[in-house]
């Protein structure tokens, strides 16, 4: 009978498991990037073969990876080909002088959409002079600017 060994055993540490009956452990056996056995040092030490990485993790915290595998492809090819582009580093004067050359060279009326500010600007946007300065800029077309949250 062939054993089966963990790829990775995490010690000594503080393990969150996303498992309500055992929230908490100090080791943990992952073996193909999940858990094949938790709890203490005896639960995971029939797993090690030659082949394991141990990692002690000195009592620090761990835990699973939060994943995230959705993506927005149609949002952004949307805003490469019709959007102002801001840098997250760029400032309310900077984005003003971009959206007034967009503004310049649009047809009269039109919308001009941006996006992806930093949203560390969003105090200083919501001020009385910034309002004065990006309304001066926009020379009366209707914008919409947008962070980099997409919430705002």
């Known amino acids: 009978m062939t054993r089966t060994f963990a790829d990775t055993v995490f010690r000594n540490g503080r393990?969150?498991?996303s498992n309500r009956g055992q929230p908490w452990v100090a080791c943990a056996a992952v073996k193909a990037g999940r858990f094949i056995a938790v709890g203490e040092e005896r639960d995971v030490a029939s797993l090690i073969g030659e082949g394991t990485a141990?990692?002690?993790l000195g009592g620090r915290m761990a835990m699973p990876g939060i994943v995230d595998i959705h993506n927005h492809i149609m949002m952004?090819?949307?805003?490469?080909?019709?959007?102002l582009r801001f840098s997250n580093a760029d400032s309310?004067?900077?984005?003003?002088?971009t959206l007034h050359k967009a503004a310049s060279a649009a047809a009269p009326g039109a919308w001009i959409v941006g996006g992806q500010f930093g949203n560390n600007l969003l105090n200083e946007m919501n001020t009385a002079e910034s309002c004065?300065?990006?309304?001066?800029?926009?020379?009366?077309?209707p914008v919409v600017?947008?962070?980099d949250t997409y919430h705002n």
């Not at 004065?132 to 020379?139: K, W």
């Open 15 to 17: 393990i969150y498991t």
């Open 54 to 56: 141990t990692v002690d």
């Open 76 to 83: 952004g090819g949307q805003a490469d080909l019709y959007e």
């Open 92 to 97: 309310v004067p900077r984005i003003a002088e």
């Open 132 to 141: 004065a300065l990006l309304d001066a800029a926009c020379l009366g077309h």
């Open 145 to 147: 600017l947008r962070d």
